[in-house]
């Protein structure tokens, strides 16, 4: 089972909600990932947890709040958006470990983000 | 992290192989190659990896130059559903992985 969920699909908000996306993995893997992505680029690395710490936040505005309440769950809660900021929204896991062989990240399918 | 170029895009065969260039030329001693596709709107998917020594799965093989600073990857018989955005990424942390602008594979009947 290499199956990372993610919910919800699809989320349209304002901007002056609070909302909240979720990631789920049963695998086992102690580092989780969130990455954006705007339409026709690549993947953008956000924040990196291992071992549900926070070990890289690529410099994200403070209006994305990642959050790790356990090794099998990441959230990414949102407030004050901007609709730029209207993304597909990646969530990733892997093992977490240094060692390349055995660390193969696996991604969800994406929540779509629109910010109105 | 080594910075990774791909062309563009490319167009294929259906049934003919998909060789997909990337070049890595300052990549380090330590740092893997990973192959990962995109099809549209869906998450990206692992498919292959390695440091120098060609590898193969039951999705594709992957080529290393002897010097390490480029690779193909090879996907032996394409098919419509191989038509994505295929990213070659170099990395030797988890913590980071950096996608480049990928190569957007046409496969064509």
């Known amino acids: 089972d290499t199956e990372v969920t993610q919910t919800p699909k699809h989320l349209v908000m304002g901007m002056t909600n609070k909302k909240s996306l979720k990631c789920e993995q049963h695998?086992?893997?102690?580092?989780m990932y969130w990455y954006k992505q705007k339409a026709k680029k690549p993947p953008e690395l956000m924040f990196v947890?291992?071992?549900?710490?926070?070990?890289i936040n690529e410099s994200v505005p403070s209006r994305f709040s990642p959050e790790c309440p356990n090794s099998s769950l990441l959230n990414l809660h949102l407030h004050a958006l901007q609709p730029e900021d209207s993304a597909l929204y990646l969530c990733?896991?892997?093992?977490?470990?240094?060692?390349?062989?055995?660390?193969?990240?696996?991604f969800g399918e994406g929540s779509w983000l629109t910010v109105v | 992290d080594a910075k990774t170029t791909q062309p563009p895009s490319m167009d294929c065969a259906e049934g003919r192989a998909a060789n997909l260039p990337c070049n890595h030329s300052?990549?380090?001693?330590?740092?893997?190659v990973y192959w990962y596709r995109q099809i549209h709107s869906q998450g990206p998917q692992y498919i292959i990896h390695?440091?120098?020594n060609n590898e193969t799965n039951e999705m594709a093989s992957l080529i290393i130059t002897e010097d390490r600073k480029s690779s193909t990857l090879i996907l032996p018989h394409a098919t419509l559903r191989d038509t994505a955005v295929y990213y070659c990424?170099?990395?030797?942390?988890?913590?980071?992985?950096?996608f480049g602008s990928g190569t957007k594979l046409n496969v064509k009947p």
């Open positions: 990424i170099a990395s030797y942390n988890f913590n980071k992985f950096y």
């Open positions: 947890y291992s071992y549900e710490k926070l070990s």
């Open positions: 695998m086992g893997h102690r580092a």
């Open positions: 300052t990549i380090s001693g330590n740092e893997y």
């Open positions: 990733a896991s892997s093992q977490g470990r240094i060692d390349p062989i055995r660390n193969t990240i696996y």
């Open positions: 390695g440091l120098k």
